[in-house]
């Protein structure tokens, strides 16, 4: 599975951006992840395919939205209320299953920065 993330960029604190991320094969699992600069890579949110469940961390809650485009293959990241804490680069990932642990994800696209300023 070939994953390309787009979408990201500078935008002022209060602000919002979606990142996108399409698959080039089937998948059971699409999340994003972050790692900012000197940091350990975290979970940001993930969705379940076939449920179309999502499942966020407790700092993005109430301000990111994931959702699929099935016909599209592909998965949203709505990003709203950006906080100077969400500047990181962004990850997209596929997997077997949803889980906050990087390593089990076995697919990765490669990162797109999204920079907040104040």
């Known amino acids: 599975v070939r994953l390309q993330a787009s979408g990201g960029g500078l935008v002022q604190a209060g602000g919002s951006l979606r990142l996108s991320c399409a698959a080039s094969?089937?998948?059971?699992?699409m999340g994003w992840f972050r790692q900012a600069p000197e940091e350990e890579r975290e979970f940001v949110a993930a969705?379940?395919?076939?449920?179309?469940?999502?499942f966020y961390a407790d700092s993005v809650k109430g301000r990111f939205t994931i959702a699929r485009d099935n016909a599209k293959n592909t998965a949203y990241l709505q990003m709203n209320r950006l906080k100077l804490e969400d500047t990181a680069i962004y990850y997209c990932?596929?997997?077997?299953?949803?889980?906050?642990?990087?390593?089990?994800?076995?697919?990765w696209g490669r990162g797109t920065l999204v920079t907040v300023s104040s």
């Open positions: 969705i379940e395919w076939s449920s179309d469940s999502p």
């Open positions: 094969g089937s998948i059971n699992a």
């Open positions: 990932a596929a997997g077997p299953l949803v889980s906050t642990t990087p390593t089990t994800w076995n697919h």
